[in-house]
């Protein structure tokens, strides 16, 4: 269930209040006592406590003392790492709803702060036996602010919502979401949002010779999809659109180069990608944004039955590049290829792609970002790593210089489907951008997408990244 994120038109007693605050003399004395505020000085002065509780019997106020960071991206990071953790008082005290009181008018601070405890409030219950008796009692945040706009609440819980969609999306096992199932679901999404959505069947994709897609389906019992979502505004303030590209391996083996061991476990969410983009522009159509957005989802499991594609096979892919295979599990490469090249067909202003592609990526920089890279899209890059910022999922620019390429040249066929033992996420993006002839931004969301333990507001499992960066990104462009 949702946590709703409301507009507080007054401020009552009878009420849980959060009290938001960076400085001591902006201590409420019509909420608080005499007796309270001197606690709340003498504690934070003498001890750093920042965090105050006080049982009114039916009701609680709280008092959070945040830091005053000066630069803007790190002091929203603050309130919403701050809101998250106010949970666990919420929750553990039975609360279904809070007032967060806005105490020195700082908007966009209070906004963070509810984005933080929302997005932290997230459950999958699905598969509990007794849900209900499990789920978090926070279903209501309201804030108290000067000049809240009502639009930015709005589109918060649009996204909030869309962030909880990618997650499930991805802690769904795949005996539910397999690629027919998982293209359904976007179906669903377009349909909510007011978004267009075409899904190519297994005798579509045959006929349009998607050889990287079908490689990695011949192993499996499950036909492939490839789901075309596209979200186009009468008032679009763009000519060309911005075509997102998702990886949306629904469980991956690893094909006959199978997985070892752990390595297996939670490869049902190497579709972290598609969930991502699909739910990126489900949020951007129900936000009504007024720019043309498309989202493409290649979706099959890979896995390793007697027909299943091998290495030294060469495929040929939708564009007629032939790929000479090395690894049956760089799987994810093969598929966005495809759809890389299908997206030629828009003259797109900018393409980007999401994928949890490479453990280089995850070695490299682990859960705290996203290792990105671009071919002719430098403008375009700056302004994503500036929405990473202000989202705080961000971006770390590798490399896609020329060198690279030998290290995926074939000696039978045009290229090999990985390189060697180095720069392995580098040479995974170099690989893609061959498909392309636009300008592109390759986002390897390996790290961040799935956790194995909560962190910060996001939870353990899923988390949805991608989604609000996307949907700021294209925000910026009205």
Not at 236 to 264: C, H, Q, R, W
Not at 305 to 315: E, H, M, R
Not at 316 to 331: F, L, P, R, S
């Amino acid at each position: 269930m949702q946590t709703i994120i409301n507009k507080a038109e007054r401020l009552s007693k009878k009420e849980n209040l959060i009290f938001l605050i960076t400085d001591l003399k902006n201590l409420d004395d019509k909420y608080l006592s005499k007796e309270e505020i001197t606690f709340i000085k003498t504690q934070y002065r003498n001890n750093k406590r920042d965090v105050f509780s006080f049982n009114r019997l039916k009701y609680w106020t709280f008092v959070n003392i945040l830091k005053k960071e000066r630069i803007k991206a790190d002091r929203l990071e603050e309130y919403r790492s701050a809101g998250n953790k106010m949970l666990s008082k919420i929750n553990g005290n039975k609360l279904n709803s809070v007032v967060l009181v806005d105490s020195e008018a700082k908007q966009e601070e209070s906004l963070a702060y509810a984005e933080g405890m929302a997005l932290g409030n997230y459950q999958f219950l699905k598969y509990k036996k007794e849900p209900a008796e499990k789920m978090n009692s926070l279903n209501s945040i309201f804030i108290h602010s000067k000049n809240l706009d009502d639009r930015l609440i709005d589109e918060l819980n649009i996204v909030v919502d869309a962030t909880y969609r990618a997650r499930s999306f991805v802690n769904e096992p795949v005996s539910y979401l397999n690629a027919v199932t998982f293209a359904r679901e976007m179906e669903k999404l377009g349909k909510k949002a007011g978004a267009k959505v075409e899904v190519l069947n297994k005798k579509k994709i045959e006929a349009l010779k998607m050889g990287g897609l079908l490689a990695v389906n011949k192993g499996s019992v499950d036909p492939p999809t490839f789901t075309i979502m596209e979200w186009k505004p009468k008032n679009a303030v763009n000519n060309k659109p911005y075509v997102f590209v998702g990886k949306g391996v629904v469980f991956d083996s690893g094909g006959l180069n199978i997985k070892t061991g752990e390595f297996m476990y939670n490869m049902k969410s190497d579709m972290g990608g598609g969930a991502a983009v699909s739910s990126a522009l489900y949020a951007i159509a129900a936000a009504k944004l007024p720019v043309h957005v498309v989202a493409i989802i290649p979706a099959t499991d890979n896995r390793p039955d007697g027909n299943a594609y091998a290495s030294g096979d060469v495929i040929t892919m939708y564009d007629k590049t032939q790929v000479e295979v090395i690894n049956t599990d760089a799987e994810g490469r093969m598929i966005l290829a495809d759809a890389l090249s299908y997206a030629k067909q828009y003259d797109p202003e900018l393409v980007i792609d999401a994928a949890t592609l490479t453990g280089a990526a995850m070695r490299a920089i682990g859960k705290y970002g996203i290792v990105a890279m671009q071919s002719g899209a430098a403008k375009e890059y700056s302004l994503l790593a500036k929405s990473g910022e202000k989202v705080n999922e961000r971006l770390v620019e590798f490399p896609l210089w020329d060198d690279y390429a030998e290290d995926i040249k074939s000696g039978i066929a045009e290229i090999k489907n990985i390189g060697g033992p180095e720069a392995g996420a580098i040479t995974a993006g170099k690989f893609l951008e061959h498909f392309t002839d636009y300008p592109y931004i390759h986002l390897d969301i390996a790290g961040p997408a799935f956790l194995g333990k909560p962190f910060k507001y996001f939870t353990a499992g899923g988390t949805g990244v991608g989604v609000r960066l996307l949907f700021d990104f294209i925000k910026s462009k009205v």
